[in-house]
Nanobody
């Protein structure tokens, strides 16, 4: 069982930056693949980025590629999402997700989810 708690969301102007954190409980965090998803009002939850358990492989949605960076610190049981060059269309609730075996851009790949953190980008 893994519990995930996101933090770091807030209100920022377009062009600004935020760093989201997702703290995980449990001693097996280092073996979990992690993902970030987001959900804007009235829209489906969509993939943002993922990172393998080792940190050696990452993938990004085209909409955030070159602006967002996913990373993890297994010693701190934490995964991060550095968001630069934020745009109003990045406004959403951001969720982190974890799975011991699966990974990828589909919500169904992940067994555990956090409660989300709100990111609002003003124009």
């Amino acid at each position: 069982q893994v519990q995930l708690v996101e933090s770091g969301g807030g209100l920022v102007q377009a062009g600004g930056s935020l760093r989201l954190s997702c703290a995980a409980s449990g001693r097996t965090f280092s073996t979990y693949n992690m993902g970030w998803f987001r959900q804007a009002p009235g829209k489906e939850r969509e993939f943002v980025a993922d990172i393998r358990w080792s940190g050696g492989s990452t993938n990004y949605a085209d909409s955030v590629k070159g602006r967002f960076t996913i990373s993890r610190d297994n010693a701190k049981n934490t995964v991060y999402l550095q968001m630069n060059g934020l745009k109003p269309e990045d406004t959403a609730v951001y969720y982190c997700a974890a799975d011991p075996l699966r990974f990828g851009s589909l919500r169904t790949e992940y067994r555990y989810w956090g409660q989300g953190t709100q990111v609002t980008v003003s124009s």
